[in-house]
């Protein structure tokens, strides 16, 4: 009664499932073909990693570069100079930057970058005997109040450094957009 069950559940249309076994030639084209596809990879590895390891690199917070004592800024922006570390891909260099600091009315330090929002050229403080106060830029006659807002020419106004005044001395950070005016 048995050998009757099992000979219905195989009935004529069902194939018994045959386990296909992998022949010598399979296996080491397999092998031959893993193993080279591997070795042909291992140059690719360096490099992909120098692409993308400065991509992974955590940023951190802004470097505060100590630029000035506290106690010589005045109401009248003056030019500061000043070398900051920076860090393109695996190079690192420490170029000079500017800053033109001074105090607000309500004495508080800000710094603005020298550089022009019109075509990038370095503006000045006072220099100009017809525009008195003003920072002007010789190359297109930009002009921009003492905060840095533009007056003419100039599309927007020039950009500020993060400042923070700590133990007597005044600390220059990142570049931001001018929130002064």
Request: negative net charge; contains cysteine.
């Amino acid at each position: 009664m048995s050998e009757a069950h099992d000979q219905d559940t195989h009935s004529a249309g069902d194939k018994p499932v045959l386990k296909k076994e992998m022949s010598r030639r399979q296996f080491l084209t397999y092998t031959l073909g893993g193993t080279g596809g591997f070795l042909a990879a291992l140059p690719l590895i360096p490099m992909i990693r120098f692409a993308v390891d400065p991509l992974l690199q955590s940023k951190g917070e802004s470097d505060w570069v100590k630029v000035a004592e506290a106690d010589k800024i005045t109401t009248e922006p003056t030019e500061f100079k000043f070398n900051k570390l920076q860090v393109d891909g695996w190079h690192k260099s420490e170029p000079e930057f500017v800053a033109w600091i001074a105090r607000d009315e309500q004495g508080r330090i800000f710094a603005l970058s020298p550089t022009c929002k019109h075509l990038g050229c370095t503006v000045n403080w006072n220099t100009k005997p017809e525009f008195p106060n003003e920072y002007y830029c010789p190359c297109h006659d930009a002009r921009y109040t003492k905060d840095g807002k533009n007056i003419v020419v100039a599309p927007a106004p020039l950009d500020e450094y993060e400042v923070k005044e700590e133990n007597g001395y005044v600390y220059v950070g990142n570049l931001k957009p001018n929130s002064r005016v």
